[in-house]
């Protein structure tokens, strides 16, 4: 489908130049002189180049529709990652870095979204919230309640993010993944 090079949204996936891209910022700028631009920051869902692209509101670019589909994980194996497709139970193996820091979160039997072009896997989208442990946080200093500070805690899968002072070591919390950062107590 094509669409105006000013139509262009982040997250949006287009072929340019042969390859496949993924936008990741946008910004529109109309100059005093000549017409509008749309200046596209964007990477290469195959081999993660980046590059900047201004297109005018006159150029075309295709953009490419992804095949998505329901995928668990199974296990990690060294620097892979194995997946199984719920439908037709094939295992596929794709490298820990495609999920770059959200890798961390997978767990066992965790259903995720694959996106997939060509019957190529080129992003893995892992549940956006993900229940992990408290595996220790730091004390609280005195005084510092009356606001509403934050502490620095380590969950049990190695990542650091900061949590409220009522949060001890032990704590089931809910997790954001891709912003790493505190959400709420566990139920």
Do not use: C
Request: hydrophobic share 35%.
């Amino acid at each position: 489908m094509k669409i105006s090079g000013v139509d262009i949204r982040p997250g949006n996936i287009i072929e340019y130049e042969g390859s496949i891209w993924r936008a990741v910022k946008t910004q529109h700028t109309q100059p005093g002189k000549g017409g509008a631009y749309m200046q596209v920051e964007m990477k290469n869902v195959l081999d993660g180049r980046k590059t900047n692209v201004r297109f005018r509101s006159s150029e075309t670019v295709e953009r490419v529709r992804l095949d998505t589909k329901d995928f668990q994980f199974l296990y990690a194996e060294g620097d892979s990652l194995v997946f199984m497709d719920k439908e037709s139970y094939e295992q596929v193996q794709l490298p820990r870095d495609l999920l770059g820091d959200a890798a961390a979160f997978l767990a066992d039997g965790m259903d995720v979204t694959m996106e997939l072009y060509d019957e190529r896997p080129i992003s893995v989208q892992l549940p956006e919230q993900v229940e992990a442990t408290v595996a220790e946080a730091d004390a609280v200093v005195k005084g510092q309640t009356a606001s509403s500070s934050y502490k620095p805690a380590v969950l049990d899968n190695g990542v650091r993010i900061m949590v409220p002072p009522h949060i001890e070591a032990g704590t089931r919390v809910i997790v954001n993944v891709y912003e790493q950062e505190y959400v709420r107590r566990a139920d």
